[in-house]
Protein backbone atom coordinates (compact mmCIF):
# COMPACT_ATOMS: atom_id res chain seq x y z
CA UNK A 1 0.00 0.00 0.00
CA UNK A 2 1.61 3.47 -0.71
CA UNK A 3 -0.12 6.47 1.13
CA UNK A 4 0.18 9.74 -0.48
CA UNK A 5 0.82 12.88 1.69
CA UNK A 6 0.83 16.79 0.56
CA UNK A 7 3.66 17.96 2.69
CA UNK A 8 2.94 21.93 2.26
CA UNK A 9 -0.86 21.79 2.94
CA UNK A 10 -1.89 22.98 6.50
CA UNK A 11 -1.39 26.28 8.32
CA UNK A 12 1.91 24.75 9.91
CA UNK A 13 3.30 23.42 6.55
CA UNK A 14 5.80 21.67 6.42
CA UNK A 15 7.46 21.58 9.59
CA UNK A 16 3.89 19.91 11.37
CA UNK A 17 3.51 17.74 7.87
CA UNK A 18 6.96 15.93 8.05
CA UNK A 19 6.82 15.31 11.55
CA UNK A 20 3.29 13.63 11.23
CA UNK A 21 4.55 11.64 8.22
CA UNK A 22 7.77 10.76 10.41
CA UNK A 23 5.38 9.45 13.17
CA UNK A 24 2.79 7.69 11.03
CA UNK A 25 5.39 5.71 9.22
CA UNK A 26 7.10 4.73 12.32
CA UNK A 27 3.71 3.63 13.25
CA UNK A 28 2.59 1.43 10.11
CA UNK A 29 3.44 -1.60 9.19
CA UNK A 30 6.26 -2.10 6.41
CA UNK A 31 3.45 -2.67 3.78
CA UNK A 32 3.05 0.55 4.34
CA UNK A 33 4.87 3.38 2.14
CA UNK A 34 4.58 7.32 2.45
CA UNK A 35 4.85 9.37 -0.59
CA UNK A 36 5.44 12.91 0.30
CA UNK A 37 4.44 15.37 -2.32
CA UNK A 38 6.08 18.82 -1.80
CA UNK A 39 9.33 21.05 -1.98
CA UNK A 40 12.05 18.62 -1.82
CA UNK A 41 14.58 21.11 -0.31
CA UNK A 42 12.14 21.19 2.29
CA UNK A 43 10.98 18.36 3.34
CA UNK A 44 14.67 17.10 3.18
CA UNK A 45 15.64 20.35 5.64
CA UNK A 46 12.88 18.78 8.07
CA UNK A 47 13.78 15.63 7.62
CA UNK A 48 17.25 16.48 8.95
CA UNK A 49 16.18 18.43 11.95
CA UNK A 50 14.67 14.77 12.96
CA UNK A 51 17.57 13.04 12.17
CA UNK A 52 15.65 11.09 9.77
CA UNK A 53 16.88 9.81 6.66
CA UNK A 54 15.43 10.51 3.01
CA UNK A 55 15.44 6.83 2.43
CA UNK A 56 12.40 6.28 4.88
CA UNK A 57 10.11 8.24 1.98
CA UNK A 58 9.67 8.23 -1.32
CA UNK A 59 10.22 12.21 -1.87
CA UNK A 60 7.53 13.69 -5.22
CA UNK A 61 9.54 17.20 -5.66
CA UNK A 62 7.01 19.60 -6.33
CA UNK A 63 7.46 23.57 -7.95
CA UNK A 64 3.79 24.72 -6.54
CA UNK A 65 1.61 24.87 -4.12
CA UNK A 66 -2.06 26.06 -3.25
CA UNK A 67 -2.83 27.88 -1.09
CA UNK A 68 -5.86 28.42 1.34
CA UNK A 69 -7.12 31.34 0.31
CA UNK A 70 -6.84 30.08 -4.05
CA UNK A 71 -10.31 29.53 -6.12
CA UNK A 72 -10.20 25.42 -5.95
CA UNK A 73 -10.59 25.02 -9.47
CA UNK A 74 -8.56 27.59 -10.74
CA UNK A 75 -5.40 26.73 -8.57
CA UNK A 76 -5.98 23.66 -10.28
CA UNK A 77 -5.81 24.53 -13.84
CA UNK A 78 -3.10 27.17 -13.11
CA UNK A 79 -1.07 25.12 -11.03
CA UNK A 80 -0.54 21.85 -12.51
CA UNK A 81 2.88 21.29 -10.66
CA UNK A 82 1.43 22.18 -7.18
CA UNK A 83 1.68 19.22 -4.30
CA UNK A 84 -1.95 18.71 -4.57
CA UNK A 85 -1.91 18.23 -8.57
CA UNK A 86 0.35 15.87 -8.65
CA UNK A 87 -0.83 13.99 -5.46
CA UNK A 88 -4.20 13.46 -7.52
CA UNK A 89 -1.81 12.24 -10.85
CA UNK A 90 -0.39 9.86 -8.88
CA UNK A 91 -3.77 8.78 -7.45
CA UNK A 92 -5.54 9.03 -11.09
CA UNK A 93 -2.88 6.68 -12.67
CA UNK A 94 -2.65 4.33 -9.51
CA UNK A 95 0.92 5.35 -8.28
CA UNK A 96 -0.06 5.75 -4.93
CA UNK A 97 -3.62 3.76 -3.22
CA UNK A 98 -4.67 7.06 -1.13
CA UNK A 99 -3.66 10.80 -1.53
CA UNK A 100 -4.35 13.34 1.82
CA UNK A 101 -4.10 16.99 2.30
CA UNK A 102 -4.64 19.27 5.42
CA UNK A 103 -4.81 22.30 2.37
CA UNK A 104 -7.41 23.88 0.61
CA UNK A 105 -10.55 22.02 1.15
CA UNK A 106 -11.96 22.91 -1.99
CA UNK A 107 -9.05 21.99 -4.17
CA UNK A 108 -8.70 18.52 -2.82
CA UNK A 109 -12.60 18.42 -2.96
CA UNK A 110 -12.32 19.45 -6.62
CA UNK A 111 -9.43 17.95 -7.68
CA UNK A 112 -10.78 14.49 -6.70
CA UNK A 113 -14.21 14.89 -8.37
CA UNK A 114 -12.37 15.92 -11.28
CA UNK A 115 -9.43 13.69 -11.41
CA UNK A 116 -10.45 10.42 -10.23
CA UNK A 117 -14.38 10.92 -10.98
CA UNK A 118 -17.23 9.85 -8.80
CA UNK A 119 -18.54 6.54 -8.15
CA UNK A 120 -20.78 5.50 -10.97
CA UNK A 121 -24.09 5.72 -9.28
CA UNK A 122 -23.31 8.50 -6.34
CA UNK A 123 -25.16 11.54 -7.08
CA UNK A 124 -23.12 13.79 -5.61
CA UNK A 125 -19.80 12.89 -2.96
CA UNK A 126 -19.60 14.26 0.19
CA UNK A 127 -17.66 15.29 3.20
CA UNK A 128 -18.44 13.28 7.02
CA UNK A 129 -17.26 14.08 10.60
CA UNK A 130 -16.86 11.36 13.40
CA UNK A 131 -19.17 12.93 16.76
CA UNK A 132 -17.84 10.93 19.91
CA UNK A 133 -20.94 9.15 21.96
CA UNK A 134 -21.49 9.47 25.18
CA UNK A 135 -21.49 5.86 25.33
CA UNK A 136 -17.80 5.17 24.00
CA UNK A 137 -18.63 5.07 20.77
CA UNK A 138 -18.46 7.14 18.28
CA UNK A 139 -21.68 8.36 15.16
CA UNK A 140 -21.22 9.74 11.64
CA UNK A 141 -22.62 13.10 10.36
CA UNK A 142 -22.83 13.92 6.90
CA UNK A 143 -22.61 16.29 4.48
CA UNK A 144 -20.49 18.95 6.52
CA UNK A 145 -19.72 21.37 4.08
CA UNK A 146 -19.42 19.92 0.42
CA UNK A 147 -23.18 19.76 -0.70
CA UNK A 148 -25.26 23.01 0.91
CA UNK A 149 -27.86 22.46 -1.26
CA UNK A 150 -29.44 19.06 -1.59
CA UNK A 151 -32.16 17.26 -2.70
CA UNK A 152 -34.09 14.55 -1.55
CA UNK A 153 -32.16 11.70 -3.41
CA UNK A 154 -28.97 13.29 -2.60
CA UNK A 155 -29.88 12.66 1.56
CA UNK A 156 -31.07 9.22 0.61
CA UNK A 157 -27.57 8.39 -0.74
CA UNK A 158 -25.79 10.40 1.95
CA UNK A 159 -27.49 7.17 4.13
CA UNK A 160 -25.99 4.79 2.10
CA UNK A 161 -22.45 6.72 1.83
CA UNK A 162 -22.22 6.93 5.89
CA UNK A 163 -23.76 3.33 6.39
CA UNK A 164 -20.87 1.96 4.31
CA UNK A 165 -18.65 3.95 6.44
CA UNK A 166 -19.38 3.53 9.73
CA UNK A 167 -19.47 -0.17 9.14
CA UNK A 168 -16.55 -0.53 7.20
CA UNK A 169 -14.23 1.60 9.05
CA UNK A 170 -15.78 2.63 12.64
CA UNK A 171 -16.81 -0.81 12.88
CA UNK A 172 -20.21 -0.22 13.33
CA UNK A 173 -22.48 -3.07 12.55
CA UNK A 174 -26.06 -2.45 11.02
CA UNK A 175 -25.66 1.45 12.06
CA UNK A 176 -28.71 3.09 12.76
CA UNK A 177 -29.42 5.83 10.28
CA UNK A 178 -31.28 8.92 11.25
CA UNK A 179 -32.67 12.64 9.61
CA UNK A 180 -31.52 15.21 11.41
CA UNK A 181 -34.76 17.89 12.16
CA UNK A 182 -35.74 20.31 14.14
CA UNK A 183 -38.60 17.60 15.77
CA UNK A 184 -39.24 13.74 15.93
CA UNK A 185 -42.34 13.51 14.11
CA UNK A 186 -42.29 12.32 9.99
CA UNK A 187 -44.27 15.60 9.86
CA UNK A 188 -42.11 18.11 11.08
CA UNK A 189 -39.43 20.01 9.31
CA UNK A 190 -38.78 21.54 5.43
CA UNK A 191 -39.79 20.36 2.72
CA UNK A 192 -36.76 18.81 2.03
CA UNK A 193 -36.52 17.06 5.51
CA UNK A 194 -39.90 15.88 4.59
CA UNK A 195 -39.21 14.64 0.93
CA UNK A 196 -36.56 12.98 2.44
CA UNK A 197 -37.91 11.00 5.03
CA UNK A 198 -40.57 9.89 3.14
CA UNK A 199 -38.08 8.44 0.69
CA UNK A 200 -35.84 6.93 3.51
CA UNK A 201 -39.03 4.91 5.65
CA UNK A 202 -39.14 1.86 5.22
CA UNK A 203 -36.31 1.36 2.40
CA UNK A 204 -34.14 -1.67 2.40
CA UNK A 205 -30.62 -0.16 1.58
CA UNK A 206 -29.87 0.94 5.46
CA UNK A 207 -31.29 0.86 9.02
CA UNK A 208 -33.24 4.14 8.84
CA UNK A 209 -34.83 4.69 12.21
CA UNK A 210 -36.54 8.49 11.59
CA UNK A 211 -35.94 11.92 12.43
CA UNK A 212 -33.20 12.83 14.76
CA UNK A 213 -32.91 16.49 16.76
CA UNK A 214 -29.92 17.60 17.25
CA UNK A 215 -29.92 17.35 20.84
CA UNK A 216 -29.15 14.04 20.18
CA UNK A 217 -26.64 13.64 18.44
CA UNK A 218 -24.20 12.35 20.97
CA UNK A 219 -26.47 9.22 22.20
CA UNK A 220 -27.31 5.77 21.36
CA UNK A 221 -30.82 6.50 19.12
CA UNK A 222 -28.51 6.54 15.78
CA UNK A 223 -25.18 6.22 14.23
CA UNK A 224 -25.28 7.82 10.95
CA UNK A 225 -26.84 11.33 11.04
CA UNK A 226 -27.85 12.82 7.86
CA UNK A 227 -28.53 16.51 6.76
CA UNK A 228 -27.35 18.92 3.88
CA UNK A 229 -24.38 20.07 4.12
CA UNK A 230 -25.22 23.63 5.46
CA UNK A 231 -26.86 22.43 7.99
CA UNK A 232 -23.78 19.58 9.11
CA UNK A 233 -21.13 22.57 8.74
CA UNK A 234 -22.80 24.71 10.99
CA UNK A 235 -23.41 21.26 13.65
CA UNK A 236 -19.31 20.97 13.30
CA UNK A 237 -18.01 24.10 13.93
CA UNK A 238 -20.40 24.48 16.85
CA UNK A 239 -19.15 21.52 18.56
CA UNK A 240 -15.30 22.39 17.51
CA UNK A 241 -16.33 25.75 19.79
CA UNK A 242 -17.98 23.87 22.39
CA UNK A 243 -14.71 21.73 22.81
CA UNK A 244 -12.77 25.21 22.41
CA UNK A 245 -14.42 27.05 25.16
CA UNK A 246 -14.01 23.91 27.62
CA UNK A 247 -10.29 23.88 27.24
CA UNK A 248 -10.21 27.62 27.07
CA UNK A 249 -11.54 27.19 30.73
CA UNK A 250 -9.21 24.50 31.30
CA UNK A 251 -11.94 21.83 32.16
CA UNK A 252 -10.68 18.06 31.97
CA UNK A 253 -13.03 15.60 31.24
CA UNK A 254 -12.53 12.37 29.62
CA UNK A 255 -15.72 12.84 26.88
CA UNK A 256 -14.79 15.94 25.92
CA UNK A 257 -11.06 15.58 25.25
CA UNK A 258 -12.89 13.16 22.10
CA UNK A 259 -13.99 16.04 20.69
CA UNK A 260 -10.66 17.49 19.72
CA UNK A 261 -10.06 17.08 16.19
CA UNK A 262 -6.52 16.13 16.33
CA UNK A 263 -8.10 12.23 17.36
CA UNK A 264 -9.33 11.56 13.81
CA UNK A 265 -7.32 13.80 11.72
CA UNK A 266 -9.38 13.89 8.69
CA UNK A 267 -12.73 12.95 7.30
CA UNK A 268 -13.33 10.83 3.44
CA UNK A 269 -14.81 12.47 0.59
CA UNK A 270 -17.62 9.43 0.59
CA UNK A 271 -18.51 8.88 -2.96
CA UNK A 272 -14.95 9.08 -5.16
CA UNK A 273 -13.41 6.75 -7.28
CA UNK A 274 -10.20 6.28 -4.83
CA UNK A 275 -9.52 7.60 -1.26
CA UNK A 276 -9.00 10.95 -0.61
CA UNK A 277 -8.56 12.57 2.76
CA UNK A 278 -9.18 16.40 3.90
CA UNK A 279 -7.85 17.09 7.27
CA UNK A 280 -7.96 20.56 9.16
CA UNK A 281 -6.09 23.22 8.05
CA UNK A 282 -4.72 24.04 11.66
CA UNK A 283 -3.60 20.22 11.96
CA UNK A 284 -0.78 19.43 13.69
CA UNK A 285 2.11 16.67 13.58
CA UNK A 286 -0.25 14.71 15.77
CA UNK A 287 -3.51 15.66 13.29
CA UNK A 288 -1.30 14.65 10.45
CA UNK A 289 -0.47 11.44 12.05
CA UNK A 290 -3.82 10.44 12.36
CA UNK A 291 -4.79 11.48 8.75
CA UNK A 292 -2.26 9.10 7.57
CA UNK A 293 -3.83 6.32 9.47
CA UNK A 294 -6.94 6.95 8.62
CA UNK A 295 -6.33 6.56 4.73
CA UNK A 296 -4.36 3.74 5.17
CA UNK A 297 -7.69 2.47 7.37
CA UNK A 298 -10.39 3.60 4.62
CA UNK A 299 -7.60 2.43 1.87
CA UNK A 300 -7.81 -1.53 4.01
CA UNK A 301 -11.94 -1.33 4.35
CA UNK A 302 -11.84 -1.03 -0.12
CA UNK A 303 -14.40 1.17 0.99
CA UNK A 304 -15.01 2.88 -2.96
CA UNK A 305 -15.72 -0.63 -3.64
CA UNK A 306 -17.95 -1.47 -1.83
CA UNK A 307 -20.03 1.60 -2.01
CA UNK A 308 -19.75 0.92 -5.82
CA UNK A 309 -21.31 -2.82 -5.14
CA UNK A 310 -23.74 -1.51 -3.26
CA UNK A 311 -25.16 1.14 -6.16
CA UNK A 312 -25.33 -1.50 -9.06
Known amino acids: MRIGIDIMGGDYAPQKTVHGAILAQKELTKEAEIVLFGNKEDILSEL ?17 VIEMGEHAVKALKLKPKSSISTGFHYLSTGKIDGFASAGNTGAMFAGGFFSVKAISGVIRPC ?11 VG ?57 YEMMEGNRDYNFVGNIESRDLFEESSDVIVCDGFTGNIVLKEAEAFYNLIKKRGYEDEYFQRFNYENYGGTPVLGLNKTVIIGHGISNEIAIKNMISLTKDVVEADLTTKIEEKLK
Open 48 to 64: KSHKISENMFEIVDCLE
Open 127 to 137: ISTVLPKENGG
Open 140 to 196: VLLDVGANADCKADVLYQFGILGSLFAEHVCGIKYPKVGLLNLGEEKTKGNLLTQAS
